[in-house]
């Protein structure tokens, strides 16, 4: 009788052992189709049920591709990830992009953006899968503001600063934040000067310390026989990057989007 236990105990250890090792392979062959380097979905449900803002009310499958209308706001290539950065019912999104294949666009030009949600692995953190916005592709439908500006005002606009330290990629920054302001004011004496498309525009750079904050500081002028015509004061948050407009006679920022 105990000889009989013992065999049974036995052919159920093997069974047991069979079945995990047949999961086993399953698991390492679905591993292996996986493109991005994530090692295991555990269950069904993670590879649906997704949300993004760009659908906020739909749920999104892993992997499929979906097409939306957007605005364009800017490409980030500082981070881990290059990220191509689009408005949408007022929601800021940022897609990871391919560097080397980002088109060039200006803030608010109109898109017609392909995207899908799919798996995002950052080397050195935990395995845990973490999902993203991917972009596919991009299409502009539509010129925004600052093209619109850009195709009439073709001069390069001028800058100086005080400082001789900033690098060349934060003052293309710079320069995007200048072109925006300059074809999104309301201001009567900005909206005078960029209708001359020979203006001569200019802007200062410095920094200030307004309000517990650093600010990066942007005198825009509108230069006319070797006389500085300060027209309007930009400044933008160090921490955050939000732009703001100077409303002198009050003496404070006004955020400006």
Known sequence: MKQIYCLALFALLFSCKENKETNSKNLNKSAQKDTLSVKEINTTASKENFESDLRPSEKLKLGQPYS?????????????FPLFSVQKNKKLVGLVSNSEDAPKFKRGDVLELKW????????????????????????????????????????PIKYSST??????????YLYTQVE?????????????????????????????????HIFYVLGISNDFEHHTNIIQWIYIDSNNNQLYEYDLPNDKLVEFN
Do not use: C, H, R
Not at 128 to 149: H, P, Q, R, T, Y
């Open 68 to 80: 939306d209308t957007v605005e364009y706001v800017e490409f980030d290539n500082n981070g881990d």
């Open 116 to 155: 899908k949600m799919d798996t995002l692995y950052v080397a050195g953190e935990s395995e845990e899968l973490n999902f993203s916005e991917w972009m596919i592709s991009a299409k502009k439908v539509k010129d925004g503001n600052v093209s619109l500006f850009l195709k009439k005002y073709k001069k």
């Open 163 to 172: 400082k001789e330290d900033y690098t060349d990629g934060f003052k293309d």
């Open 180 to 212: 925006y302001y300059l074809a999104n004011s309301k201001q009567e004496l900005v909206k005078t000067a960029i209708k001359n498309p020979d203006a001569d525009l200019s802007y200062s750079i410095e920094e200030k310390d307004k309000e517990g």
